[in-house]
Each structure stands twice: as structure tokens, then as C-alpha cells.
């Protein structure tokens, strides 16, 4: 990794790492608790990761299982998790919390491409205005002569470079989303 491209590549990653954090939320048939990591709950006034507070499981392929270890915090949870947009309504039987995943309907399924879709276009955009922030970084340096007319040139191809294999590891990800919640 050439020097100058190094803080760009950093933030580059970071955005790919912000759509994997996007994508485990939108569930694709099967449970898994990483649709539960945007849920919060107000536990004593501090709003707390269901993670932090209960053991959560998956017993069955379309089930996932809540353990709180307050158990006073059993209704804080269901009414944290009907709040959110997961769209799935808990059972709570009095220790613990069920959540059942119901077979994703056609609709739900393009529904849900289309979000994969919406956070994949974000993501480039974040890619391309990183790329668009050093290109000016670049111009800048080769105006105050720190850089020449031809590093400058090798720079920006560098980025472009760069820039490109971001972009087609964003389509990777969105296409292999696409495909776990296309599966039946």
C-alpha cells in the first residue's frame, strides 16, 4: 500500500465495515442475533444492547431466544424489540423471550433487496466522496508544490484504482445479500 493512499484505504474499509453492520440487521429467513444489535433498551435510564443484558441464542434455524439475566428487564425488552423496525412480534413467557421468524414473503424479500440495494448505494457514495476529498488533497499539494504535475497523475490513478476495487467489493456484498434473502 503506497503511503499517500494509506488514510484513504483506512476509510474506505471503514465504510465497507459500516455495510456489514448494515447488512447483519436485515434478516433473510433465518434468526440471527445480529438482527437485534440496533435494539436498545432503556435499562435505568441508559439506553443498553439486548446483547449486554440478556444471553441471546438461536435453538432453531428460524428462532431466537432471549434470556434476560434480570428478569425485571423482561418487558423493557419486549417493548424494545416491538419499537424497532426488526418486524417481529416477541413471545414472552415469563422467563424468557421468543422471537419466531416467519418465512419471508415474496414482497418481503424484494422489500428487503431493495434496502440491501439502498445501503449499497450509500456506501459508494461514501467511497466516491472519499476518493473526491483526497483528489482535492492532491490538487492542493501539487498547487503549493509539494507534488508534481506527474505525481499528481500517479496519485489519482492510484485512487481511481482503489476507488474501483471498494466499488466492486460493495457489489460482492450487495449481490451475495441479495442472494441469502433471494434463497428459500
Known amino acids: 500500500m503506497k503511503a499517500h493512499l494509506k488514510p484513504y484505504d483506512e476509510k474506505m474499509t471503514k465504510t465497507l465495515d459500516s455495510l456489514n453492520y448494515n447488512f447483519a440487521g436485515i434478516r433473510a429467513g433465518r434468526a440471527t442475533a445480529a438482527v437485534l444489535d440496533k435494539v436498545t433498551v432503556d435499562y435505568y435510564g441508559v439506553p443498553t444492547a439486548i446483547s449486554s443484558m440478556a444471553a441471546v441464542s438461536v435453538p432453531e434455524p428460524r428462532m431466537l431466544l432471549i434470556q434476560p439475566w434480570d428478569k425485571s428487564t423482561l418487558k423493557s425488552i419486549e417493548k424494545a ?27 418481503r424479500r424484494k422489500e428487503l433487496s431493495k434496502k440491501v440495494s439502498k445501503y449499497g448505494e450509500e ?62
Open 81 to 107: 424489540i416491538m419499537a424497532s423496525d426488526i418486524g417481529i412480534n416477541p413471545n414472552n413467557d415469563g422467563s424468557a423471550i421468543r422471537l419466531m421468524f416467519p418465512p419471508l414473503t415474496e414482497e
Open 123 to 184: 456506501a459508494k457514495i461514501a467511497i466516491r466522496s472519499i476518493r473526491r476529498d483526497a483528489n482535492e488533497k492532491y490538487k492542493a499539494m501539487k498547487k503549493s508544490t509539494e507534488i508534481t504535475e506527474d505525481d499528481l497523475k500517479i496519485y489519482e490513478d492510484d485512487l481511481q484504482k482503489l476507488t474501483d476495487k471498494y466499488i466492486k467489493d460493495i457489489d460482492k456484498m450487495c449481490e451475495n445479500k441479495e442472494k441469502e434473502i433471494m434463497e428459500i
